[in-house]
């Protein structure tokens, strides 16, 4: 009573050598008994031979076999390996790199310049170049076409255009391009004249393109994308208690700011000379700088607290 009844199959079982037959030669090179790595090298190395289609059972065993036979995996790198897409990945390194190289060279030269005549008096900015290097933007602004023109290319190989904008790493090096056009534009047009807008967009600028320079280095070789993929582990795993610390110093600043911006000792009022220049919570931008200061910093003396 209460028994379930259980169907038995009394089908008889196929022998090993009725399975072996209905596999594939690099299947039974990899999943029969006798199996051998070296036998399966030598068939993927034929033209004829895909690695498309394999069951889940036939790839986790050429997975486990490749670990141990290096011959298996000098053939596997030569089937998943394909000549066009690695030349034009390590052409992105090479653009990348030389990018990098002409946008510094271009800045340096274009720095030193500076101070080196008067500002003319027409000029409403602050400072003034001597010397604009033409010959190396032009460079510069050529490599920066070709990542113009993979950019065209991989916009239209996306399913619709909207996703392509919807890529954080796309407009990643959309502001690339469009900041290293105008960087170099301003130094070609403005050495004689130009003020801190400039200068922070250079600056912005170069960190992308170094930015750039690890991201491709990433994709490219295995080191540096184990490296680079842990500090980005590293910074979402830590990203809670950097936000807290952020909140927890800009209390502070608000603080020291509301508590300090009506003292006349303190902060500036009408000209006065008594204002402190590392103790500025007269603002509360300088409060939320002078408290990062100083949390970093720490006190001069250790004994001092």
């Not at 169907?7 to 196929?14: F, G, I, L, N, Q």
């Not at 895909?50 to 670990?67: F, H, V, W």
């Not at 990018?99 to 500076?114: D, M, P, Q, R, W």
């Not at 004249?193 to 600056?203: A, N």
């Amino acid at each position: 009573k209460g028994s379930i009844p259980i169907a038995c199959d009394r089908r008889e079982k196929p022998s090993l050598l009725e399975t072996t037959e209905k596999l594939t030669p690099l299947q039974a090179a990899l999943l029969s008994p006798n199996r051998s790595a070296e036998l399966a090298a030598s068939l993927l190395e034929g033209p004829s031979t895909r690695l498309e289609g394999l069951d889940l059972s036939t790839e986790l065993e050429l997975a486990k076999q490749a670990m141990e036979s290096t011959a298996l995996q000098k053939v596997l790198n030569k089937k998943i390996t394909h000549r066009g897409m690695t030349a034009f990945l390590f052409g992105d390194l090479f653009a990348t790199f030389m990018l990098l190289v002409l946008f510094v060279s271009a800045t340096i030269k274009f720095f030193e310049g500076v101070g080196l005549s008067p500002v003319p008096k027409t000029c409403e900015s602050s400072y003034t170049s001597n010397y604009t290097p033409t010959g190396i933007l032009i460079a510069v602004i050529c490599f920066n076409f070709y990542f113009l023109l993979r950019e065209i290319l991989q916009m239209l190989s996306t399913g619709t255009r909207v996703d392509y904008f919807f890529d954080i790493f796309n407009l990643y090096e959309v502001t690339r391009m469009v900041l290293v056009f105008i960087s170099a534009f301003l130094m070609m047009s403005t050495g004689d004249c130009f003020g801190e807008g400039t200068q922070g967009t250079i600056l912005t600028t170069g960190v992308l393109v170094i930015v750039g320079l690890i991201f491709i280095l990433r994709t490219t070789f295995l080191p540096f994308g184990t490296f680079v993929g842990g500090l980005f582990l590293i910074l979402k795993t830590t990203l809670p208690f950097l936000i807290v610390s952020f909140l927890l110093v800009f209390a502070f600043s608000f603080i020291y700011y509301t508590l300090s911006s009506l003292d006349v000792s303190l902060c500036p009022v009408d000209g006065n000379d008594e204002f402190n220049d590392e103790f500025n919570h007269c603002t509360l931008s300088g409060s939320m700088y002078t408290s990062l200061f100083w949390f970093f910093k720490g006190p001069d003396d250790p004994t001092n607290y």
